[in-house]
Nanobody
Framework: QVQLVESGGGLVQAGGSLRLSCAAS????????MGWYRQAPGKQRELVAS???????NYVDSVKGRITISRDNAKNTVYLHMSNLKPEDTAVYYC??????????WGQGTQVTVSS
């Protein structure tokens, strides 16, 4: 099974930027869609952004215009580029991948904290 490892989280001031990385232990071509989810304390996990094998992207409305998902197939890595961060973006961010049989893989999560 392909392992997913997130990195790039941290503490940033409101208005700042971060880039999260999700590195897969194998080829990401096996995944039909990859995405980033987040879970804030006391809240349900929500999908932030996703990208298909073909490169189509989808974003939750609250991050449109501030966050971009991209993938580097040569590096087997998916990125989440976040700018103009807000305190409400504070959460643990998880990388997710689904293959053509709907089997899922999850990373361990990376903490993003945005101070006001």
């Amino acid at each position: 099974q392909v392992q997913l490892v997130e990195s790039g989280g941290g503490l940033v001031q409101a208005g700042g930027s971060l880039r999260l990385s999700c590195a897969a232990s194998g080829s990401i071509f096996v995944f039909n869609v990859m995405g980033w989810y987040r879970q804030a304390p006391g809240k349900q996990r929500e999908l932030v952004a996703s990208i298909t094998r073909g490169g189509s992207t989808n974003y939750v409305d609250s991050v449109k215009g501030r966050i971009t998902i991209s993938r580097d197939n040569a590096k087997n890595t998916v990125y989440l580029h976040m700018s103009n961060l807000k305190p409400e973006d504070t959460a643990v961010y998880y990388c997710n991948a689904k293959n053509d049989f709907a089997a899922e893989s999850w990373g361990q999560g990376t903490q993003v904290t945005v101070s006001s």
